[in-house]
């Protein structure tokens, strides 16, 4: 009689008086999951948001903007070819800070002089080409780097800007 007693029990009682193993496990793996975010979440904010160690930081120190001193356009004979050349050149230097801008104007007499030396030497046809305009540059840089007195300090020019070039 028990037996049938069970079975006359109500239904709704029965079945949440028998524990199911399936909303156990998806609770689990629900829990787990939140976890995981979380954690992932924690990593992901420690590793954008934790101070770096002082020798992996970015310089944050201002570096000096480049200074630029205008060359005056002249006019030198280029080696001949075909008949007398001239090249009319006027350029732009740029240089590492305005100290280096001033050396540049104080000694403009020798920055005139080694360039005019540079280029009297050329012929046409090699400083034609934007090759050979960008190896004159090279060359004209590598002039003025000269220290301008004896063993004095090397100049900082870092680049030539032209702002004429006329080959006649």
Do not use: C
């Amino acid at each position: 009689m028990k037996a049938n007693a069970k079975m006359k029990a109500d239904p709704k009682a029965v079945a949440a008086a028998v524990p199911t193993g399936g909303s156990k496990k998806k609770l689990i793996i629900m829990v787990a999951g939140a976890l995981l975010v979380a954690g992932l979440g924690g990593g992901a904010a420690w590793f954008f948001l934790h101070d770096k160690p002082a020798g992996a930081e970015h310089k944050a120190v201002k570096a000096e903007p480049p200074s630029y001193v205008p060359i005056e356009a002249f006019t030198v004979n280029l080696q001949p070819e075909n008949g007398e050349q001239y090249l009319q050149i006027a350029f732009t230097l740029q240089v590492s800070n305005e100290k280096q801008g001033e050396e540049i104007k104080a000694n403009m007499a020798k920055v005139r002089s080694r360039v005019l030396l540079l280029l009297s030497g050329k012929k046409a046809s090699e400083i034609s080409s934007v090759e050979g305009k960008k190896l004159l540059a090279t060359e004209i840089i590598a002039a003025l780097k000269l220290p301008f007195a004896d063993k004095g300090e090397p100049q900082q020019v870092s680049d030539v800007l032209y702002t004429a070039f006329i080959i006649q």
